[in-house]
């Protein structure tokens, strides 16, 4: 069993998803199965349908990373809460509260 590092409570269309966890061996991802349960209930990407079961994986998932922000934008982002580029998770959770599109990461859930 790995040990938890950090979590991103990843919110589609402002309702609570799953966890995203950075882990000793890498990353998961779990959908919560009260979401899944629900009629409304989508898949936060197309490469990440809903399932029970947990993804894995070493690297920041695509979909996840690519909410990043590019360019000039992780720039100032890097500058504003000097944290390094190189450290995707963490940007992850301070520039994606509030990204555009359905879906968000939150380091607390609400």
């Not at 040990?3 to 959908?31: H, M, P, W």
């Not at 899944?36 to 920041?60: F, G």
């Amino acid at each position: 069993m790995s040990s938890e590092y950090r979590k991103g409570f990843v919110y589609i269309q402002n309702r609570y998803a799953g966890v995203l966890q950075e882990t000793d061996e890498g990353y998961t991802f779990a959908y919560d199965d009260a979401y899944q349960e629900r009629d409304d209930a989508v898949a936060v990407s197309l490469t990440m349908p809903l399932r029970q079961e947990v993804y894995t994986s070493t690297i920041l998932f695509p979909f996840f990373d690519g909410l990043i922000p590019e360019g000039w934008l992780l720039g100032v982002a890097s500058r504003n809460w000097k944290i390094s580029t190189a450290d995707r998770f963490g940007l992850l959770l301070l520039t994606c509260r509030d990204c555009i599109g359905d879906v968000s990461i939150q380091s607390e859930r609400l």
